[in-house]
C-alpha cells in the first residue's frame, strides 16, 4: 500500500512517499520514512495526525494515508488570546 509521511516546518516540508504491507501501522511509516533521523525527532515524544487528526503509533494505515508528524503548539491558544485581549484594551 501507498502511504506518505510528512514533517513541516516553517520553511520547508519533508515529504516521504512510501510502498508498505498491508497491516503496517503509523509506527512502522514514520521509522520507514527516515524522517526522525533527517530532523533528529524523538521517537518516544512522537504526536501522529492522519487528516489533521491526532492518532496513536499504533493506528492501522490504509492506502493513501497521509501520516502527519505533529509539532507542539508555539503558543498556549487560550494564553495567546488573552494576551491579544490585554493589548487591544
Known amino acids: 500500500m501507498r502511504v506518505e509521511v510528512v514533517y513541516a516546518l516553517a520553511d520547508v516540508q519533508d515529504i516521504v512517499v ?7 501501522v503509523a509506527r512502522d511509516a514514520v ?10 525527532l524523538n521517537v518516544g515524544k512522537l504526536m501522529l495526525g492522519i487528516a489533521g487528526r491526532r492518532v496513536a503509533p499504533e493506528h492501522r494505515l490504509r492506502e493513501s494515508d497521509r501520516v502527519e508528524i505533529l509539532r507542539p503548539l508555539a503558543a498556549d491558544p487560550n494564553e495567546a488570546r488573552r494576551q491579544r485581549a490585554r493589548r487591544g484594551r
Open 31 to 40: 521509522a520507514a520514512s527516515g524522517v526522525l533521523a533527517r530532523h533528529g
Open 18 to 24: 512510501l510502498e508498505l504491507a498491508e497491516g503496517a
